[in-house]
């Protein structure tokens, strides 16, 4: 494969979480007088770490999230991510192909360890994934759009950011992925096809991927 390394986000791109978590995003706003639907949720807030949506709600309406919002919203999310949640579709045969090729790949993902983690053991995708290939928005200081994590996870992995490739499905991830100097593909499942058009390549199923990395 022409890349060193691949890295992968997680939510929408190695577990199907998206439609999980912004239906519930939406929702818990919506409790809290913040009207969002979930259409709007995928919006502002796909792919990007819980910080945006303090940000964003106390920027459009003065007013802060309660103290326990994060606490409050994983945990309705872990125990939805128990009942109802799956693998991407064909996101193990990549593993599995990148695996008999020898090519190292991660995860970075804005997401916390424990948001990570919880997905990966209710998918069977934990066995796929050791403790130092998984990175979070919380092991540095700015998240996606800004570089800083997936340059982070090029530097524990060993690999030049230029020999990295990008797994995303936000426009958030692109974004970081194209700032980090790395080539981007974006997977547009959910993502309308032009909301990722800063990235380099685009494919709606994962299965196509191994072989457009050759």
Known sequence: MRYDLVIFDNDGVLVDSEPISNRLLAGYLTELGHPTSYEESLRDYMGAAMH??????EERTGQRLPDDFDDVFHARVFAA???ELKPVAGAVDVLE????DGVPYCVASSGSHARIRTGHRATGL??????AWVFSSEDVGRGKPAPDLFLYAAEQMGVAPERCVVVEDSPLGVRAGVAAGMDVYGFTAMTPAERLSGANQLFSDMRDLPDLLV
């Open 126 to 131: 934990d066995e796929w994934f050791e403790e």
């Open 81 to 83: 991510f128990e009942r």
């Open 97 to 100: 192909r990148l695996v008999a």
């Open 52 to 57: 945006r949506v303090h940000d964003l709600v």
